[in-house]
């Protein structure tokens, strides 16, 4: 009889996939090198961050399929195969002062590696947990906004010591070796698998049971539902405006509470920190107050705070609101996965995670143009931020319609064929 897997390990190799993926929030440290070494534009070195974080969504979306036929150890190999290409190329391209050979590697072959590995390891860890989906995505997820609090330091150190194409090549090596290992243990469990304990319970009637999903959809399957539309553009409000306030905090601050540009880059420092945080404490707090609540309780949030920064002039107050919000941001990465297996079921989890992130692809182009857009329009940030909140109005809206289609399912599991439900809503 096959030895089953220790599913705490199953986690460690996902967040291992993850902190090395999520060295992409560490982009920023090899602006202002760049710029000194190469000559060029803050705005061009930004590009190949946004391009890679753009083919993250279409990856994941086109390679959902192939990580459910080929399972989560080919997938996670793969996908440190092109990242770690990508991040070695990007060494060749700073080498030779070529930028589109930058946009080339680290915005396509990279962003590709980015997307396989962002839902290979996901997706599996959905199915080792059933009894704590939450926590466990949360983890994983977790890794991947906290990675920039190891990788930052580890590149700036480098690009001291070594200089800019050096560390690319040294990164680009240590991640395809970590990727590569952490993948080694990934696989699904098997058939039937249920927590320990839990089997004897259900069996027993008594103690804790796992909650049955309320479908179980393929990804051609789930496309076709309300739900679907609707949890997507859930995510897609949330990201669209918590990117944007990451993409201005420093400068928002200092117009709006005054604060000094020191403060503001401090402030900067602490977001990194609340968006890991709201991943792990949102989606492990799910588990009990369930994700549709979680999920309403984003957009109360933000509703208030992005409706009150405009009018938040003491610098304690706009820290909170903003550090608010990015825990809400992180939050909806880690909980959507746990949501998706709550809704649709794990028969085709990674495919249908793949086709909701396209969600994060277009959010990632979206919020940084309608706040640039607005604030040239009107030299302030109060517009875009009352247009954000009425934006979260609508994904509160959202958030209360998806509960009558959860309702209605929940409803269709009382009859007598449940494997039925979910096929027209």
Sequence with gaps: MEKVKNRWLIAASAVGIHISIGSAYAWSVFTNPMVDSYGWETTEISMAFSIAIFILGLAAAFMGRFVEKQGPRKSGMLAALFFGIGVAGS??????????????????????????GYIAPVSTLVKWFPDRRGLATGLAIMGFGFASL???????????????????????VIYFVVMTAS???????????????????????????????????TANEAVKTRRFYILWFMLFINVTCGIAIISVASPMAQEIAGMTPIAAAAMVGLTGLFNGLG???????????????????FFVIQIIAFFTLPVAYSALLFQVLVFAILTCYGGGF??????????FGTKQLGAIHGYILTAWALAGVVGPILLSAVYDLTNSYNSTLYIFGVLFVAAFGLSLWIRSDIKKLQNEQQEPNPNMAGAKL
Excluded: C
């Design 334 to 343: 880690s909980t959507v996965p746990a949501f998706i297996g709550d809704i």
């Design 279 to 297: 991943r792990i404490g949102w989606a492990s707090l799910s588990d009990y107050l369930g994700r549709p609540n979680v999920y309403t309780a």
């Design 150 to 172: 190891i990788s930052g330091p580890a590149a700036a150190a480098l690009i001291e010591s070594v200089g800019i194409s050096m560390t690319f090549y040294i990164l680009g």
């Design 183 to 217: 993948s080694q243990y990934l696989a699904p469990p098997p058939e039937g698998w249920v927590p320990k304990g839990f089997d004897e319970e259900q069996q027993e009637g008594k103690g804790k049971q796992i909650k049955p999903d309320l479908a179980q959809l």
């Design 91 to 116: 060494g060749l391209a700073t080498s030779i002062e070529s930028l589109y050979l930058l946009y080339l590697f680290y915005g396509i072959i990279g962003g590709i590696g980015l997307g396989i």
